[in-house]
């Protein structure tokens, strides 16, 4: 029997914190044969991304692992020294992390960092380290390799600073990759061309990967086996189709129900207890009202165009209507102008041409930085991708609810206030205990609330919604989801809602505008425009979602 290229023995991580030991592994085990994808799966805190940074020895100084064994081609890689280790890291094994901005170095050229990772285990000159790091970014099939030689990284997008990444950590050929969240914040089209490359070349080397994510789409398509984890303990491990077609586990089948398909409804993704709960609070709901004939729609934006230092258009001639209570989504890849469009529209930034009309008054010629005395601005109140940096880390999570009140309703402090927020914590289920605290000692799904209860605050007719879910594991996203619909059913609320997630645009929104570089290439009903999209551009993005192929969703009253 061959051995396989690493093991895993009943693997123990603990951390250090002002409140004590905390085990953030129990023991794991698990293996992984030479060439092999690996998946691990499971939500924020699962353990997943702590037992690959066990695995390579990047720990935080607070972690150590306090039992079992990672054997590394038969030989315990816990018990070598720093300097044994270090030969070994990057020659032998190699890791991709999830933010590839945070982990490039930001004041040298990403050729250098190429070139620095090959001599550290490599004896060439330094003219040979170029030309091999050359052949490695033309080998991830970067644009332009010549000239991103000496780009820095915060001038290249997100998909090329991770195939820089990926680069830099196949450098010397090593026999392991992990892949810790590689495709995270990437439209699916990139997102499916980094995870092919990575495919494509884990396949050539012969290099075993384990991909650590919380997409179980993503897992399904790439990876030959995949592990589940909960609270630090493996609780299931199958093939793709076995494990997501026939999750045997509680919390395998929590995940696989709240991950988005292109038949999922919003009530799909929940256990049958929300689910109950939640189809009771839409039928207590009003039926929305048809506006009476002459009622100027409530957004009404006409050839907007937005230029950059006279360079081509980052938005053109983008036009489009909306009414209260309708839900319309934004979509394309990164660069498609998605988010210009929908912070001109709110007013952050300024049109260079066109007019945005909001329930027939123009607030287009507004200066943005002078929105915010308008009485407009209450009405129109926006969610941001990431709560982390949205949200004042001095200010407690009842400020950061206040803080619109405060500014554009007038209120004061006092019982009055504090009410109001109250109201709005208990609304999108923010638990009122929490509101003494501050963004660093909440969870990401509980930021995301205190971001949704701020926006709300005002009591806004349209809300923008720059993401909202995509940094979410899907049980938070999924619940997330069936609040903002609720809200909007609750308040005849308008919802502007910008992603790249698009089986949940077609689950969140009537209407759906498709732009790239820029400009409209395709709109309609979601569910049409899904179904059968009409233009290539479209059918592409559609394409490259990953989804768990012929997968029927399980209750667990079915199980």
Not at 206 to 219: E, P, S
């Amino acid at each position: 029997m061959t051995e396989s290229l690493l093991r895993i023995e009943d693997l123990h991580v603990t951390f250090s914190t002002r409140r004590g030991l905390v085990e953030a592994v129990r023991g794991v085990t698990l293996s992984l044969d030479e060439g092999e994808m690996l998946g691990l799966v499971g939500e924020s805190g699962s353990g997943k991304s702590v037992t690959g940074f066990a695995t390579t020895r990047l720990l935080d100084p607070a972690g150590r692992v306090t039992a079992g064994r990672i054997l590394f081609r038969g030989q315990d890689i816990t018990k070598i020294s720093d300097g044994d280790f270090r030969v070994l890291h990057g020659a032998d094994m190699s890791m991709i992390f999830q933010n590839p901005r945070a982990a490039l170095n930001p004041i040298r050229a990403v050729g250098l960092q190429i070139a620095d990772a090959i001599l550290s285990h490599k004896r060439m000159s330094k003219q040979q380290a170029a030309d091999e790091a050359l052949k490695l970014l033309q080998a991830v099939q970067i644009r332009d390799p010549e000239k991103r030689m000496s780009a820095y990284p915060h001038e290249l997008s997100g998909g090329m600073c991770q195939r820089v990444m990926i680069a830099i950590a196949i450098s010397c050929n090593p026999k392991l990759l992990i892949a810790d969240e590689p495709t995270t914040g990437l439209d699916v089209t990139t997102q499916k061309v980094v995870m092919d490359l990575l495919a494509s070349i884990a396949a050539e080397r012969g290099m075993a990967t384990i991909l650590i994510t919380h997409d179980l789409g993503l897992a399904a398509r790439y990876c030959r086996r995949v592990v589940v984890m909960e609270q630090g303990r493996l609780v299931e491990e199958a093939a793709p189709l076995t494990l997501f077609h026939n999750p045997q586990h509680a919390y395998t089948r929590r995940l696989v129900a709240a991950s988005p398909t292109a038949t999922s409804r919003i009530e799909d993704l929940v256990t049958d207890e929300e689910r109950a709960a939640y189809l009771v609070t839409l039928a207590a709901c009003k039926p929305q009202q048809a506006p009476a004939p002459g009622t100027p729609p409530l957004l009404d934006v006409k050839n907007l165009a937005k230029r950059y230092d006279q360079g081509a258009p980052a938005v053109a001639d983008f036009s489009m209507t909306m009414a209260a209570g309708e839900s319309v989504g934004l979509v394309g890849e990164s660069g498609s102008g998605k988010t210009t469009t929908s912070r001109m529209i709110c007013r952050l930034i300024d049109p260079s041409e066109g007019q945005i009309l909001f329930d027939g008054e123009s607030i287009g010629h507004l200066a943005a930085r002078d929105f915010h005395r308008s009485p407009v601005r209450r009405d129109i109140q926006i969610v941001f991708q990431d709560p982390n940096d949205s949200l004042n880390p001095r200010f407690t999570a009842f400020d950061c609810i206040a803080h619109p009140l405060l500014r554009l309703v007038g209120m004061r402090r006092g019982d009055a206030l504090r009410q109001r927020v109250e109201e709005c914590a208990d609304r999108v289920g923010l638990p009122l205990e929490l509101l003494p605290r501050f963004p660093h000692q909440l969870s990401g799904g509980q930021k995301a609330r205190v971001g949704i209860a701020r926006a709300i605050a005002c009591r806004p007719r349209l809300l923008v919604l720059d993401e909202p879910t995509a940094a979410l594991d899907v049980s938070v996203q999924a619940v997330v989801l069936q609040l903002l619909d609720r809200l909007r059913r609750e308040d005849n609320l308008s919802l502007l809602f910008v992603s790249h997630d698009l089986n949940v645009v077609r689950m969140m929104c009537d209407h759906t505008i498709v732009l790239r570089d820029g400009r409209i290439v395709e709109q309609g009903e979601s569910r049409a425009l899904f179904g059968n999209p009409k233009t290539d551009y479209t059918r592409e993005l559609v394409d490259a979602v990953p989804h768990i192929a012929g997968r029927r969703l399980r209750r667990s009253s079915d199980v």
